[in-house]
T-cell receptor, first 115, second 116 residues
């Protein structure tokens, strides 16, 4: 089955420190991978995506993600965390099944940046 | 504002009542998705339209749920005979992606349903 997994329910990091939010995927064929962020009582906002090409992709708000095919991972990273980065982060994968396009989300990781 | 808009943002209803949510996607987007999100969970796929055609429905979408996109623009999601288990955030998203493309989804703010 096509899926994504976010192994950590919560990640705590001190302000100014680097952060990593983990995501692994299971997709046959070439995956299209995405990260979204959700602030309380709001919809999801797109951060970045990997389609093809350079394994390191850069996105909004200073975030980047590294695609690792051998480890089937797509971890979200930021060199220096801000308190305002505290939110819920979702990894997602887009794939074709039965001729239709589908997008499946992980269960989310709550990022808490401590001042 | 040219983003995805959803209405109402909040709906409180009694068990057994019918509710309807509306989604207005970004105008040039041909794909529209409905997701349901419960507390502490990621969005779960409900259904998906390309233009006015409803291409797929999740098994999560029981017979009490129906969605339409009559003119390929706005969409409605109706829940009949609501149950307490229907309490959730209902998210609408749209995208512009011809076959084989990889566009991201643009989400609305969601419609929160509380069934008493």
């Amino acid at each position: 089955a096509q899926s994504v997994a976010q192994p950590e329910d919560q990640v705590n990091v001190a302000e100014g420190n680097p952060l990593t939010v983990k995501c692994t995927y299971s997709v046959s064929g070439n995956p299209y991978l995405f990260w979204y962020v959700q602030y309380p009582n709001r919809g999801l906002q797109f951060l970045l995506k990997y389609i093809t090409g350079d394994n390191l992709v850069k996105g909004s708000y200073g975030f980047e993600a590294e695609f690792n095919k051998s480890q089937t991972s797509f971890h979200l990273k930021k060199p220096s965390a801000l308190v305002s980065d505290s939110a819920l982060y979702f990894c997602a994968v887009r794939f074709y099944s039965g001729g239709y396009q589908k997008v499946t989300f992980g269960t989310g990781t709550k990022l808490q940046v401590i001042p | 504002d040219t983003g995805v808009s959803q209405d109402p943002r909040h709906k409180i209803t009694k068990r057994g009542q019918n509710v309807t949510f509306r989604c207005d996607p970004i105008s040039e987007h041909n794909r529209l998705y409905w997701y349901r999100q419960t507390l502490g969970q990621g969005p779960e796929f409900l259904t998906y339209f390309q233009n006015e055609a409803q291409l797929e429905k999740s098994r999560l979408l029981s017979d009490r749920f129906s969605a339409e996109r009559p003119k390929g623009s706005f969409s409605t999601l109706e829940i009949q005979r609501t149950e307490q288990g229907d309490s959730a955030m209902y998210l609408c998203a749209s995208s512009l992606a011809p076959q084989g493309a990889s566009g991201e989804l643009f989400f609305g703010e969601g419609s929160r349903l509380t069934v008493l």
